[in-house]
């Protein structure tokens, strides 16, 4: 079992910056592949970024490449994901996530979630 929580949501403006952090249960935290999604009014639930279990391998929606930045620290078992850069379609609630040792791209497909922290950029 694993707990996910995460923190650092919030309201800023366009053209600013905010970092979500995400804080997990458990001793394995290194085989799980963590990853980040997010989720508008009226929308699906959408692929962010995602980094494998070592943190050399990430991937990124084509939306957020270039403002985003998502990494891992397995000593104290967090993910984060730097935002820069924001624009009002970024605005939406962020889920923490977590697949046990394979690649996070498919929201069906997710082990655990978080309880999820909200972004809003206004302009």
């Known amino acids: 079992q694993v707990q996910l929580v995460e923190s650092g949501g919030g309201l800023v403006l366009a053209g600013g910056s905010l970092r979500l952090s995400c804080a997990a249960s458990?001793?394995?935290?290194?085989?799980?592949?963590m990853g980040w999604f997010r989720q508008a009014p009226g929308k699906e639930r959408e692929f962010v970024s995602s980094?494998?279990?070592?943190?050399?391998?990430?991937y990124y929606a084509d939306s957020v490449k270039g403002r985003f930045t998502i990494s891992r620290d397995n000593a104290k078992n967090t993910v984060s994901l730097q935002m820069n850069g924001l624009k009002p379609e970024d605005t939406a609630v962020y889920y923490c996530?977590?697949?046990?040792?394979?690649?996070?791209?498919?929201?069906?497909?997710?082990?655990?979630w978080g309880q999820g922290t909200q972004v809003t950029v206004s302009s």
């Open positions: 458990g001793r394995t935290f290194r085989n799980y592949h």
């Open positions: 980094i494998s279990g070592s943190g050399t391998i990430t």
């Open positions: 996530a977590a697949k046990y040792g394979m690649r996070l791209s498919d929201a069906s497909r997710v082990d655990y």
